[in-house]
């Protein structure tokens, strides 16, 4: 199981962005991120996201489950950033084996 503050599941994140391509100011605004940290974190390739100048940058609720996880595993585990990324990795395919199981493990 996640630590606290750290499961898959932010409702008000999840229901704002379902579905949603967002821009850099619409993303931080619904996932309540600072802009300078969110920047440097996929100008260091540790949140991925679709676009090539920041302008062009546009982010999903996959985007926002990430980058809210490593926020809260920098924040409260005084993680540096790499190693955020690499927890938020490993709850990442967590979460895609336990639905793989629910799916009946194909």
Known sequence: RPAPGLGARNMSTEEIL???CLTLEQFCAAAALDRDWLV???????IPVSGTLVA?????????????RMHEIERT?????????LVADMLEEMDELR????????
């Open 40 to 46: 440097r974190h996929v100008e260091e390739g540790l």
């Open 56 to 68: 062009e940058w546009r982010f999903t609720a996959v985007h926002a489950i990430r980058a809210r």
């Open 99 to 106: 639905a793989r199981l629910r799916r009946g493990g194909r």
């Open 77 to 85: 585990y005084e993680a540096v950033p790499e190693l955020a990324a």
């Open 18 to 20: 379902e579905g949603a």
